[in-house]
């Protein structure tokens, strides 16, 4: 099969989204574009991006992704325009070589003015500046780690009210499952223009697969019906889903394809899990466990981190189904797999998980020995790992054990303590989920 056939189901879908910017583009009202994307489809937008970064891209404007973490609302506009002036002076050499007058700096903020307008009068001077490389400067706003919904769009929309220059665009990613702006879409109707992708990235995998061939041979039928089985989930055809999951699982198994039929097994209980049905995720995870421990005795190499993967999530549709002792019993027992496969992140979550069952299940002294644990754990790490991890939220459970009797004399030391490993903004609720 041609490598056109196989690239034409995604080459079609960047084509919608080239279509969906260039009608955004041409309006001359519009500031914002509100993009609404299913999770699936963010990687395809992301591809977009890189796409219309290179040369051989189509559109005539620069699109630059700005990552800067909404920690402090109030500075935010001021620390977008840092990100742009960082990525500005990683380019600056390029730009001079081509060429181009890379001479450009942010404009000081003048005295009184707000991060909204110095953000916004940094956009402007920067179009200006490049003048006639680019239609557009396009600054496609992702903040990087979690970000509290009200204060972002509280934010949005102050940048919205306030955005007049037509040549400066701004792009806010939304998800179709828990959108955050529809109410700035709402209310600056006539600014912000909302549009659902619709790309269908199971229909295109599915195509993908087709074009791919040898459907007739082992291999590419495994893909085939795993591709179907991703489809039928995100559409909740749960009886298409199971039939499809288990003559996945049945080729795999007759293959002695260890790592195909775990994944089978997890694939179909992350859809029952996802549809609320707890307990029969339950029962298909300790399908795909035993699978892994099959592969496991066979010596297959990612079966213990196969195992590490699928006992997690176990342990969460344990909690799903307020089965809080044990999940607090697999919780622990899987902390060792991580602790052999050296992965302090996961090892951290095995007690922090550990801990929020057994503190459900009010047994307090047990979440308090588990919390402990990790933190043992989070002295091992270094300064990235643990500020990626979940640190913070095991300090803040820790922390509600302190109101009980028992452990009422140790929240100054717990607090400190965090705040030794994390820094003062160390609650994942002071920086919307991110530790700072």
């Known amino acids: 099969m041609a490598d056109n056939d196989i690239r034409a189901p995604i080459q079609r879908r960047l084509e919608r989204l080239r279509a969906q910017w260039r009608e955004f583009a041409e309006d001359p009202e519009a500031r914002l574009l509100h993009w609404v994307l299913a999770h699936d489809e963010w990687n395809l937008l992301e591809t977009f991006f890189q796409v219309e970064d290179h040369e051989s891209g189509v559109t005539p404007d620069l699109f630059l992704r700005l990552t800067a973490p909404f920690d402090e609302p109030e500075r935010h506009g001021l620390d977008v325009v840092e990100s742009l002036s960082e990525q500005y002076a990683s380019i600056r050499g390029e730009l ?73 665009r701004l792009v806010c990613i939304d998800s179709r499952e828990a959108p955050i702006l529809t109410e700035v879409a709402r209310t600056q109707a006539h600014r912000v223009r909302t549009c659902v992708a619709d790309l269908d990235m199971g229909a295109a995998l599915e195509e993908v697969s087709t074009a791919a061939g040898r459907l007739d041979t082992p291999y590419g039928r495994y893909r085939h019906l795993y591709v179907q089985l991703g489809r039928a989930l995100a559409a909740k055809e749960l009886g298409r889903a199971e039939r499809l999951a288990g003559e996945a699982a049945a080729l795999a198994h007759q293959q002695k394809w260890g790592h195909l039929l775990v994944a ?51 342990g969460a549709a344990l909690v799903s189904a307020a089965v809080y002792e044990r999940g607090a019993t697999v919780y622990e027992e899987t902390a060792p797999l991580a602790e052999q496969l050296q992965d302090t992140r996961m090892l951290l979550e095995c007690w922090r998980m550990a801990a929020y069952c057994h503190e459900l299940a009010r047994a307090t002294d047990a979440s308090w020995r588990c919390s402990i644990e990790g933190l043992k754990v989070a002295q091992r790490m270094d300064d990235e790992t643990r500020r990626s991890s979940t640190l913070g939220y095991l300090g803040e459970g820790l922390l509600r054990l302190t109101r009980t009797w028992t452990y009422r004399d140790h929240g100054e030391a717990i607090a400190r303590r965090m705040e030794k490993l994390l820094g003062p903004r160390w609650r994942p609720s002071d920086s919307g989920g991110k530790p700072s």
Do not use: C
Not at 266 to 285: N, Q, S
Not at 291 to 314: P, Y
């Open 264 to 314: 089978s097994w997890f694939a179909l209980g992350a859809g029952y899990l996802a549809m609320g049905k707890p307990v029969e995720a339950i029962r298909t995870y300790w399908q795909a466990e035993e699978a892994a421990l099959e592969a496991q005795a066979r010596g297959e190499s990612s079966a213990l981190a196969l195992r590490l993967k699928v006992r997690l999530a176990l």
């Open 96 to 168: 001079a070589a081509a060429g181009a007058d890379a001479s450009w700096t942010a404009p000081a903020p003048t005295r009184g003015q707000d991060d909204v307008d110095a953000f916004l009068d940094a956009a402007a001077s920067f179009h200006a500046h490049h003048q006639p490389l680019f239609r557009h400067l396009v600054l496609v706003l992702l903040p990087e780690g979690g970000m509290p919904a009200q204060a972002w769009e509280q934010w949005v929309e102050r940048v919205v009210r306030r955005a007049h220059e037509p040549n400066v």
